[in-house]
Every structure is written in structure tokens, then in C-alpha cells.
């Protein structure tokens, strides 16, 4: 896993204002004696953009070089958003011509997600603007323009920068007096969500989904008739619940004209508190790596990592100067003087809520070697002695400089041997180490199958790789989970011990960040063959494992984006 520090960007992103406007009363009795007449009321502020959440397709817009089309998903509101792609020298501005008053003020704004997505406007006879944001989930950017004296239209715009991937745009507005060019009907109250279902629950929590409705931009989530929630998306998870007990939930759909009436309830009852360090996963579970360490992103408590995470890999365990064996050493002071203490009731307390909490041996940096019977005895004992200290629940091996499959088996079995059969084992290769069963972590999975929890395999930082129908994919799209997934499904694994391995934000790592939508889809890709991409399995895997992010402090810093959707998403898995 890398410690990558990364370059830190400030944003804002913007929110927009609603003015509501109140009739005034004259009193016309005054007139005769004042001399007095009324002035005219001036028209009210509109959205002049026209197609503003690309609902008619591209209508009104150009894209250069044809880089831009309209999808279903994902989407800010509604039903479709605009979706543009640079290649070669070409960044996909789309843009629109919108006829604007002389002399006014604007606000333009839209949502956008997607890396480097810029926002701005040309001809506005005064000072034009723009902004930009890096956030690969949907931010609102937002600015103002101000219209010279004989100003009547004016180019609004938005591109992506050369060798990024896709962006997405949605919802544009370009509000000030009205222009004369005709807007779209103001929004109105969205409809009822249906389908509310639950799709989840834990000790401590209840996951919900349901039915996306058309024009609505957000959702709250009401737990026994109060509200406990808002989101963007058509899934929740409410957190800080009480074990083994029964609330009802509602939602609603929300826009700038109002919020809906509340769904129909549901009724989830929340699992009994488990007795930790044993036990059984959920047939689908998500993986977290924990950074026992500062590089940037969101410093953080065990107690800190969202409940949507069922096993936390603590990253990482130290080499010693003894052939083999492994330290851990907390580090209390860039963790905000987190003790030791409070880090092994952490660990606890996450595991009475049902969670695992395992050490993770490597990462980039780590240089631990597994090369002979005495080192592998040395491993074993040295990692159950950190079980026995800390309580972890078992090991992940996370070694990126090879791995001798003879000694890491035997080392693996003999750790067994001594924890028994709770002992949870994952795994967490590069893509190259999975490309054939010859291959020394591939033969190490298999050798342990019968002892082995989840090969969660790092599809990111990872050059173009053969999938099981041998194609070449490259990374950053359905295709490359699936198609290589697939290697591991047809070799010799169990779905319950293969799960997709990707970063929780653009900054997690150098390259192969997907949006969770991506990771979603080729969730259902693979567990019921639904919305793949061209690559698609000649079976369905319905006992697929899960997904694993590095890390829980990157996806923190991402406002949890990451566990929210991909999280609900595996719990609800068939």
C-alpha cells in the first residue's frame, strides 16, 4: 500500500442561494395627498441556461471534438448528466451561448465530479472568471460575473485538463435577471421515493437504498419520525444505533422548490452485540486499511473508522533485525498522542460491534522476508504475539518486494495452528502478482485456500494487465475489475475469497482511482452480471467477498464518499 504524501488543494465549494421574494402592499388612500405612484416591481432572478441538467441530451450545447455525451449514471439530479472526455490536446470544453441583461449581475454555478474540473465564462464585457475543482465526487463550484454596459450573451463553459479521464457535469446555472433568451421551467417538489428497502445492518447500524427520483438533488433520512440524515445519493447507512433493537425509517426526496412527503416505513432490527476476536464475517465485507501514521490525510482513531467497515487492517507492522519476525510500534505522536491503551480498547470496542481488526505485514515500504524455515517460524510466532498484545484478530499480508510461496505458507499454517480456526488471513497483491497461478503470491492463496479469508488484489498503480479472456485492459474502468477478477475466480479461488481492492480518493494513490459507482458496477458485474462493461463473465459470482480501500484515512478525507456508496453496496449484495 503506499504512503503517498500528496500535494493539498483548498476548496469551497459553493452553495447556492435562494432568495424568496415578498409581495409589499401599497396603501393606495395616500395617492391624492402624497402625489404618489408605485414603482413597477422588477422581474425576478432565473436560471437563463438552457437544458441546464442536460435532461434533453446535448441540446444547447456544443462539445469540442466530440468529446462530450449525456449518461444515466452517475448524475447530480434527475436523469441524466454530461459526461466529456479529453484526449490528445483536446480538454472537452462544452460550452453554451446564454443571453444575459445589460449591466447585471450572475451567478453561474454547477456540479461537477471528476479530476481537474473547471467552471467559467467568456464575454462578459467586464472581467471574465472561472474556477476549478480537483474533488472526484460531486462539488458544487460557483462564481459571479458582472455584464458590460452593452452586454447581451455570454459563453458559459466547462472542460476537464489534458491526459485526465472523464469529468461529469450537471445541474448548471447562470442565475440573474432574466436574459430574454427563455430558461426552463422552475423545478418543482420532487416525487415520493419508493422502494425504500433495507439492505443491511450490524450491531450498531442499519444500511437503507432506494428508487433515485427524477429532479431531485438530495435526500433525507428520518429514523422514528426525526431526521438523522442527508444525502446525494439513493442509499444511507445511519450509524450509532443500539444492538438488537427495531427503528423505523422514512425518506424524502429534496430539490430548491421543497422536500417530497416520507416514503413508507421500513422497520430494521439491528444484530445482537458480538463477543469479538471470533465468529464469523458477513458473506459480503468491506476491508480498511488504517494508517498508523500522518502522510496527509485524515488522522484517525480505531473508534474513528466508519461501522460500514468490517475488517480494519492496521498499516503496518515493523521488520525487526531477526530474520522474519515483525514489531508494531503506535505512533502516538503523529496520531495526535492516540496511547496505546485507548488503541487496544479501540480495538475492542470495534470488535463487540462484530468488526475484525487484523495487522497488516508490508506495504510499499516494507522489507519483510519470508525466505526459509526459520524465518517463517519466526513470522508466525512474532505475529501471534502481537494478537496476544493487541487483540488483533489476525494478519494481512501486504508484502509488494515478492513472496517465496513455500515459507509464507508454512508460516501461514503455523500462525493458524496457534490461533485456530478464527484466525483471519487476507491478502492484498499487485495486479502483476495475479496473472497466473504460477506466480508466488497466486500459489501462496492457494496453498492456505482452506485457512484463507479474502485476496483483496490492488487494482491501482498497476500498468495494462491481461484479463481471464485474454485481452488487454487497462486501468480505471469496469472491464480491468472484472476481466482480471476473473483470473483469480477461474484459478482456483472461492468468490468468498477474492474481493476488489481500490483507493478511496485520488490522492490514496499515483494512479487507478475509480469512481465508487465504477467499483459498484463491477460489483453487480460479477455477483449478477449486471451493468458490465464490455467484458462480461460467462457465470455470475454471487458469493463474492467484497472490496477493500486504502485507506479509511483517505476515504475520511473524502468525507467517507467512498465506504457510504461502495459500503451500502456490498452489504446489499445478493
Not at 443571453?99 to 451567478?107: F, G, L, R
Not at 518486494?401 to 501461514?412: E, K, V
Amino acid at each position: 500500500m503506499p504512503r503517498l504524501i500528496p500535494r493539498l488543494v483548498s476548496r469551497h465549494a459553493g452553495q447556492r442561494r435562494l432568495r424568496t421574494w415578498s409581495a409589499v402592499a401599497t396603501l393606495a388612500t395616500a395617492l391624492a395627498m402624497a402625489g404618489l405612484a408605485s414603482a413597477p416591481a422588477s422581474a425576478a432572478d432565473v436560471n437563463n441556461a438552457k437544458n441546464p441538467g442536460f435532461e434533453s441530451g446535448l441540446a444547447n450545447w456544443t462539445c469540442s471534438a466530440g468529446s462530450g455525451t449525456t449518461v444515466s449514471s452517475p448524475v447530480h439530479s434527475g436523469a441524466a448528466a454530461l459526461k466529456a472526455t479529453p484526449a490528445g490536446q483536446d480538454y472537452a470544453q462544452c460550452s453554451q451561448t446564454v443571453a444575459v441583461k445589460a449591466n447585471s449581475t450572475y451567478t453561474l454555478s454547477a456540479w461537477v465530479q471528476g479530476s481537474y474540473t473547471y467552471l467559467g465564462v467568456t464575454g462578459t464585457g467586464t472581467t471574465d472568471v472561472s474556477t476549478w475543482t480537483p474533488n472526484t465526487s460531486w462539488t458544487q463550484l460557483s462564481t459571479t460575473f458582472t455584464t458590460g454596459a452593452s452586454t447581451t450573451s455570454v459563453t458559459v463553459w466547462t472542460h476537464g485538463w489534458y491526459g485526465q479521464p472523464a469529468y461529469y457535469a450537471d445541474d448548471v446555472s447562470v442565475y440573474g435577471p432574466d436574459g430574454g433568451g427563455g430558461s426552463d421551467p422552475a423545478p418543482t417538489v420532487p416525487a415520493t421515493p419508493a422502494g425504500l428497502a433495507v439492505s443491511g445492518t450490524t450491531s450498531s447500524s442499519a444500511s437503507l437504498s432506494w428508487g433515485a427520483v427524477s429532479g431531485a438533488t438530495g435526500y433525507n433520512v428520518y429514523q422514528n419520525g426525526t431526521k438523522v440524515s442527508a444525502v446525494t445519493g439513493a442509499s444511507a447507512t445511519v450509524t450509532g444505533l443500539a444492538a438488537s433493537t427495531s427503528y423505523s425509517f422514512q425518506v424524502t426526496a429534496t430539490n430548491s422548490a421543497g422536500e417530497s412527503a416520507k416514503s413508507s416505513a421500513v422497520t430494521a432490527t439491528t444484530t445482537a452485540t458480538g463477543t469479538g476476536g471470533g465468529g464469523s464475517l458477513p458473506k459480503h465485507a468491506v476491508t480498511g486499511y488504517w494508517q498508523n501514521f500522518n502522510n496527509g490525510a485524515t488522522v484517525q482513531k480505531i473508534s474513528d473508522v466508519p461501522s460500514s467497515y468490517d475488517i480494519i487492517a492496521v498499516a503496518f507492522a515493523d521488520a525487526t533485525s531477526t530474520p522474519g519476525a515483525v514489531s508494531f510500534t503506535l505512533d502516538s505522536a503523529g496520531l495526535g498522542g492516540y496511547t496505546v491503551d485507548q488503541f487496544k480498547a479501540d480495538i475492542k470496542a470495534k470488535q463487540a460491534a462484530g468488526k475484525k481488526v487484523i495487522i497488516s505485514i508490508g506495504g510499499q515500504n516494507g522489507t519483510i522476508s519470508v525466505s526459509d524455515s526459520a524465518s517463517a517460524t519466526n513470522f508466525a510466532n512474532s505475529v501471534y504475539s502481537l494478537m496476544q498484545t493487541y487483540g488483533f484478530d489476525g494478519v494481512d499480508i501486504d508484502l509488494e518486494n515478492g513472496i517465496n510461496a513455500t515459507y509464507m505458507s508454512q508460516a501461514l499454517r503455523s500462525l493458524s495452528s496457534k490461533a485456530g480456526s478464527s484466525l483471519i488471513i487476507t491478502m492484498a497483491p499487485q495486479t502483476i502478482d495475479m496473472q497466473s497461478t504460477s506466480n508466488g503470491y497466486f500459489q501462496t492463496a492457494l496453498n492456505i485456500k482452506d485457512i484463507l479469508t479474502v485476496v483483496n488484489m490492488q487494482y491501482y498503480n498497476s500498468g495494462s494487465m491481461l484479463g481471464c479472456d485474454g485481452k488487454v485492459y487497462s486501468q480505471g474502468s469496469v472491464d480491468f475489475l472484472t476481466a482480471l477478477a476473473c483470473i483469480q475466480l477461474q484459478g482456483g479461488l472461492s468468490p468468498s475469497q477474492v474481493g476488489l481492492g481500490l483507493p478511496a480518493s485520488t490522492s490514496a494513490a499515483g494512479s487507478g482511482y475509480v469512481s465508487p459507482t465504477v467499483v459498484n458496477n463491477a460489483l453487480d458485474c460479477l455477483t449478477k452480471l449486471t451493468n458490465c462493461g464490455s467484458f462480461k463473465p460467462s457465470t455470475a459470482y454471487p458469493g463474492l467477498r467484497g472490496a477493500m480501500t486504502w485507506s479509511t484515512n483517505w476515504d475520511a478525507a473524502a468525507g467517507n464518499a467512498w465506504s457510504s456508496s461502495v459500503g451500502a453496496h456490498v452489504h446489499a449484495l445478493p
